[in-house]
């Protein structure tokens, strides 16, 4: 069978919003990669764009529904509720639109709080200015975990994936092109490469497979069980499961443009195409 990029045709249309953890950054070091926390649209001709969760990069992505004055009506796939995964939603200005529509699936928590109730216990006082109510737009909510279902015409898979607390990673498949995300993934503490089966389900033989790239072996060292994992861990995730391309994502608020264009040099041995993720870029698949 030949592949979709043989056959000519764009299937998916990916762009990058915020590609960091944990906290936003700015500055001169920072520049040509960015300083948004995850964020990344996923849009097939046709279909809601899917939203891979919803950091400060969101807040970009949200413009060109109120530069043009069209309601948004999109679908949010949240791995998790760390801040750097869900702070740009109060700032999500087309959400502010009683016609915006926006369905959101995310992890419950493991005391049984829904993902709904999670959501709106962030998105209120004295947290911030205004409840859920407040932002006009319509919102609904499903609790994910080993799941496999359809959204419009997309096929999606949710997996439990190793971090701190409940998350979750995604595998989206559309016209035989399929990308899988996985954005906070905690690889083995004592230093050892072994995969968790449902990160392999996402990961196997993905077109793009989107993983964090956090940590440097020496950050790795004194922060092991902080929820991450190494450039290296990542790239061998890539090369067990034979995804095509990775995009090394989620990077440390502390990495500079320079460190990370180091990264990339490091990585072409690995016999996967791979890629530092960077905010604004596009890829079509
Ligand atoms: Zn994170
Ligand atoms: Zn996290």
């Known amino acids: 069978m030949r592949s979709v990029r043989e056959m000519g045709s764009e299937q998916l249309r990916v762009t990058f919003h915020g590609v960091r953890g944990s906290t936003p950054c700015h500055g001169p070091a920072t520049v040509k990669y960015g300083g948004n926390t995850a964020c990344v649209s996923v849009q097939a001709e046709g279909q809601r764009p899917l939203l891979l969760d919803l950091g400060t990069g969101l807040r970009y992505f949200g413009k060109q529904f109120v530069e043009k004055d069209v309601p948004v009506n999109a679908v949010a796939l949240v791995t998790h509720l760390h801040w750097d995964h869900i702070q740009g939603l109060p700032f999500f ?132 069980h902080w929820g991450h994992c190494t450039t290296e861990f990542a790239v061998g995730v890539a090369m067990s499961c034979r995804a095509k391309r990775l995009a090394l994502f989620h990077h440390d608020p502390e990495r500079t443009d320079a460190e990370l264009d180091a990264t990339k040099a490091c990585s072409e041995s690995s016999g996967v195409e791979v890629f530092v993720a960077r905010e604004g870029a596009t890829i079509n698949l």
């Open 93 to 224: 200005a087309p959400v502010l639109q009683p016609d915006a529509r926006l369905e959101m699936f995310g992890p419950a928590q493991e005391d049984g709080t829904s993902f709904m109730e999670s959501v709106k216990s962030i998105v209120r006082p004295p947290t911030f200015p205004v409840d859920m109510a407040g932002l006009h737009g319509r919102f609904s909510f499903h609790d994910v975990a080993d799941n496999d279902f359809a959204i419009d015409g997309y096929s999606i898979k949710s997996r439990l994936v190793p971090h701190i607390g409940p998350t979750v990673g995604y595998r989206i498949e559309f016209g035989g092109v399929s990308i899988a995300y996985i954005s906070d993934h905690q690889q083995p503490l004592d230093g050892s490469f072994s995969i968790a089966d449902g990160v392999r389900e996402l990961a196997e033989g993905a077109d793009l497979l989107i993983h964090d790239a956090q940590y440097t072996p020496a950050e790795f060292v004194t922060k092991a």
